[in-house]
């Protein structure tokens, strides 16, 4: 987090300003799962998946047999495109919470084009619904159906018919309006083979001589899969396991591990009660990258608009709704599932 002097551009977001039409404050359900229709597989996606994780399986073995600067190169690939899922796709162009130049728009883009987790203009859809219908059957991930669900199996399945239903509801006209979105809605899959799969092969190829197997499977696939489940712990992880100092009405919560992998998406109970902060976590928690990352943007003047909740609303806010405790839960479980 940044240090209490930092110059944030709109720190005093009262209460009552923290949701937006887009992503309002919502409550649990009653703890059951969905009926809803018969799940339909998703062939295609199960047989994709399915050669990622063996394709990565094999990249753990290749890795003893790697340089060193494959490694590394493979960390750094992590950290763009995480960048591009947090500072983008999530915190810029789902929720609004700051605002970014030209520039940083464009990097923010390419990052998330290495991320290769949809395309900007869906993934901020699919998120501004999660965020209205939490763990009801418009959520595309509702964790109210299990672990798996929620982590991965809502890819392996055809949506409800309440996500469709309720994400045709959204405008996005926002985000149909920045024409690098556009682009790369357009030209996203000759995108994400060129920036997820073949330029992270071709740099250790060429300039460290690295074997074009390492590269593809250290480099390229283990690097992304993991990314994957990362980003998916989100979804699983924060919305099962951890405590809730925020609100405790609601599935998500604080945890640790998440915040590790995600560099700084795990302070999701936070996040689900005041979603327009563009730290996603309270001020006096360092361990966010994520919002580092966005200050020091703004230091250079290619972000601005940072949306910040106040210490007296979040305050208020724990002692009326929160569940009593302060910093991070692990494992924690409250029974949110049957």
């Given at each position: 987090?940044?240090?209490?002097?930092?110059?944030?551009?709109?720190?005093?977001?009262?209460?009552?300003?923290?949701?937006?039409?887009?992503?309002?404050?919502?409550?649990?359900v009653?703890?059951?799962?969905?009926?809803g229709?018969?799940?339909?597989?998703?062939?295609?996606?199960?047989?994709?998946?399915?050669?990622?994780?063996?394709?990565?399986?094999?990249?753990?073995?290749?890795i003893?047999?790697?340089?060193?600067?494959?490694?590394?190169?493979?960390?750094?690939?992590?950290?763009?495109?995480a960048?591009?899922?947090?500072?983008?796709?999530?915190?810029?162009?789902?929720?609004?919470?700051?605002?970014?130049?030209?520039?940083?728009?464009?990097?923010?883009?390419?990052?998330?084009t290495?991320?290769?987790?949809?395309?900007?203009?869906?993934?901020?859809?699919d998120?501004r619904?999660?965020?209205?219908?939490?763990?009801?059957?418009?959520d595309?991930?509702?964790?109210?159906?299990?672990?798996?669900?929620a982590?991965?199996?809502?890819?392996?399945?055809?949506?409800?018919?309440?996500?469709?239903?309720?994400?045709?509801?959204?405008?996005?006209?926002?985000?149909?309006?920045?024409?690098?979105?556009?682009?790369?809605?357009?030209?996203?899959?000759?995108l994400?083979?060129?920036?997820?799969?073949?330029?992270?092969?071709?740099?250790?190829?060429?300039?460290?001589?690295?074997?074009?197997?390492?590269?593809?499977?250290v480099?390229?696939?283990?690097?992304y899969?993991?990314?994957?489940?990362?980003t998916?712990?989100?979804?699983?992880?924060?919305?099962?396991?951890?405590?809730?100092?925020?609100?405790?009405?609601i599935?998500p919560?604080?945890?640790?591990?998440?915040?590790?992998?995600?560099?700084?998406?795990?302070?999701?109970n936070?996040?689900?009660?005041?979603?327009?902060?563009?730290?996603?976590?309270?001020?006096?928690?360092?361990?966010?990258?994520?919002?580092?990352?966005?200050?020091?943007?703004?230091?250079?003047?290619?972000?601005?608009?940072?949306?910040?909740?106040?210490?007296?609303?979040?305050?208020?806010?724990?002692?009326?709704?929160?569940?009593?405790?302060?910093?991070?839960?692990?494992?924690?479980?409250?029974?949110?599932t049957?």
């Amino acid at each position: 987090m940044p240090p209490r002097n930092v110059d944030v551009d709109s720190i005093n977001v009262a209460e009552s300003e923290c949701t937006s039409d887009e992503v309002p404050l919502t409550f649990n359900v009653p703890d059951r799962k969905p009926p809803g229709p018969p799940q339909a597989i998703v062939w295609r996606n199960v047989v994709w998946f399915s050669w990622l994780h063996l394709a990565a399986l094999y990249g753990l073995y290749c890795i003893p047999f790697a340089s060193p600067w494959t490694w590394l190169w493979a960390i750094v690939l992590y950290v763009v495109g995480a960048l591009g899922v947090t500072a983008g796709a999530h915190r810029l162009w789902a929720h609004r919470s700051y605002k970014a130049k030209l520039p940083l728009r464009l990097l923010l883009t390419v990052f998330n084009t290495i991320a290769f987790q949809n395309d900007v203009i869906e993934w901020a859809r699919d998120h501004r619904v999660h965020h209205r219908y939490s763990e009801q059957d418009a959520d595309p991930h509702n964790a109210k159906r299990g672990f798996f669900f929620a982590h991965i199996g809502w890819l392996l399945v055809r949506k409800h018919p309440e996500v469709k239903a309720k994400g045709k509801e959204f405008d996005l006209s926002d985000l149909y309006s920045d024409p690098i979105l556009r682009f790369q809605r357009k030209y996203f899959l000759p995108l994400v083979v060129l920036m997820c799969f073949v330029f992270p092969v071709l740099v250790p190829y060429y300039h460290w001589g690295e074997s074009l197997a390492n590269s593809f499977y250290v480099a390229a696939v283990l690097r992304y899969t993991v990314l994957l489940h990362f980003t998916w712990s989100v979804n699983s992880f924060a919305h099962l396991f951890g405590n809730q100092p925020y609100d405790n009405r609601i599935n998500p919560s604080e945890n640790a591990l998440v915040t590790l992998g995600t560099i700084g998406e795990g302070f999701h109970n936070y996040h689900h009660t005041f979603p327009s902060d563009y730290s996603t976590s309270e001020y006096g928690i360092s361990l966010n990258p994520t919002t580092l990352f966005i200050d020091a943007m703004a230091a250079i003047g290619l972000a601005y608009g940072r949306k910040k909740m106040s210490r007296d609303a979040v305050f208020r806010r724990k002692q009326r709704t929160g569940d009593g405790t302060s910093g991070f839960g692990f494992f924690q479980s409250k029974n949110k599932t049957d």
